[in-house]
């Protein structure tokens, strides 16, 4: 793979480790005012300009390009993890705020299968605002010898609205994917595996290029309990935390068990009741609990794994929920402890190989970076990873085109037309984001 100051290199380049110039980066206090919304502040660009991990009005956004890598096949990780820390260890740094997140920062996609062309990338923006409770700062960075100069932070022009919207079949059509959901069920009643997250596509196409920052401020809005994310063309609205790393303490919000909302409080109430006692979503939900746990244990002392999950409300859902927590015993940074992670059961299925295998047969498509962890790191290692859900893809070679994708857990009780509707469900927030009125 290579470094570049921007673009994407060729999956046949060679491997480069090393930038040319050292990553100068400086933070700076911001006046937390004109932080109050970070993505208001995002300047218009091209769709793969912006970056974002923003909830409730806290995170970081990124535009610009200082450097940036992309590594495919298994080792994307890996590869990713030594190319950041060498740029980091040989980094210039000036930080005047020291707090996660301050200081040098990649946001960062990775795509779910190992032999995915899209790969794994970190994007180090040359501006990146951050906010964290009443305190904001500027990052601004160069691959240079110099001191970056000062950047510009205010609201920006209203981003456009996307017009003539049209959604069309992905890979499978909504049938071909119900009966790919009945062959998975029946593979699960045959004791073949105990469960497996089948996911489908759905095709968008708009009249003219998609302005990713429409996209973000709308999934903002109505879905304020989610990380709104955007890397490298990749946006979404994720409710899932895979992991957080903040001065030794490591936290991961499992989500697994799906049921719909209907609007009415007290039918709903009683809607979350039943998904508590679940019988199937509970055995979905603990699987996917389960494998967190296993695979943060090693880098871990004190865990606190709950008995029981809690019920989290979204406008579109109702999730099943565990949050899991333990005490970091290593150095392992959180991009490492993103790939012990990946593939959980919740975007995967149990046992692990078994469940992969007939993802790769049934869904007929190149999930590409959904269901992969998409978050940020600094230069200490610390950092947010959630996984890329609810989202959609730009295509890099036309920007008036995209993917959504949304997935469901399969397991023995599981019922095709049921899993469809809860797709379908899963697909509101994108759908709704790419139609939705200018407020």
């Not at 055995?283 to 389960?290: K, N």
Request: with cysteine.
């Amino acid at each position: 793979m290579t470094s570049l100051p921007a673009g994407r290199p060729a999956p046949s380049a060679p491997a480069v480790h090393a930038p040319a110039a050292p990553l100068v980066a400086r933070t700076v206090p911001l006046d937390a005012a004109l932080a109050a919304d970070l993505l208001a502040v995002l300047p218009a660009g091209g769709p793969t300009d912006a970056c974002s991990w923003v909830r409730r009005g806290e995170g970081l956004v990124g535009w610009g390009r200082a450097a940036s890598h992309v590594a495919v096949g298994p080792d994307r990780f890996g590869e990713l993890e030594r190319w950041w820390s060498g740029l980091v260890d040989g980094a210039v740094v000036r930080d005047e705020v020291d707090l996660p997140g301050t200081g040098p920062v990649a946001f960062g996609s990775v795509a779910y299968a190992a032999g995915s062309a899209e790969g794994g990338t970190l994007v180090v923006p040359e501006v990146v605002v951050g906010r964290r409770g009443d305190v904001a700062w500027l990052t601004t960075m160069s691959a240079g010898a110099a001191v970056p100069g000062a950047a510009e932070v205010a609201p920006q022009p209203a981003p456009p609205r996307p017009v003539d919207v049209a959604f069309s079949d992905g890979a499978l059509s909504p049938a071909d994917w119900s009966a790919a959901v009945a062959t998975a069920v029946a593979r699960i009643t045959a004791g073949e595996l105990d469960k497996v997250v089948l996911a489908r596509d759905l095709g968008v196409t708009t009249r003219s290029p998609l302005d990713v920052r429409w996209l973000m401020h709308r999934l903002a809005e109505r879905y304020d309990t989610t990380w709104v994310f955007a890397v490298d063309g990749l946006v979404g609205a994720t409710p899932e935390l895979l992991v957080r790393r903040e001065k030794g303490l490591v936290t991961s919000r499992v989500l697994a068990g799906t049921i719909r909302p209907t609007g009415d409080d007290a039918h709903d109430l009683a809607l979350a009741a039943s998904l508590a006692r679940s019988s199937k979503d509970l055995e979905e939900h603990e699987y996917a609990v389960r494998s967190v746990a296993d695979a943060l244990a090693p880098h871990c002392s004190s865990m606190n794994v709950p008995e029981a999950p809690f019920v989290l409300h979204l406008s579109n859902v109702m999730h099943l929920a565990t949050d899991v927590a333990g005490v970091l015993v290593d150095d392992t940074s959180s991009l490492t402890l993103a790939a012990s992670l990946h593939p959980s059961a919740a975007v995967c299925g149990t046992p692990r190989l078994v469940a992969d295998d007939v993802i790769t047969e049934l869904e007929h498509m190149d999930r590409g970076r959904y269901a992969g962890p998409v978050g940020w790191i600094d230069a200490a290692g610390d950092g947010e990873w959630g996984i890329a859900l609810r989202c959609g893809a730009v295509d890099r070679d036309d920007a008036s085109r995209m993917r959504l994708f949304a997935g469901c857990g399969i397991v023995a009780g599981s019922d095709p037309d049921d899993e469809l509707a809860e797709s379908s469900a899963k697909l509101v927030p994108m759908r709704d984001a790419l139609t939705a009125d200018a407020p």
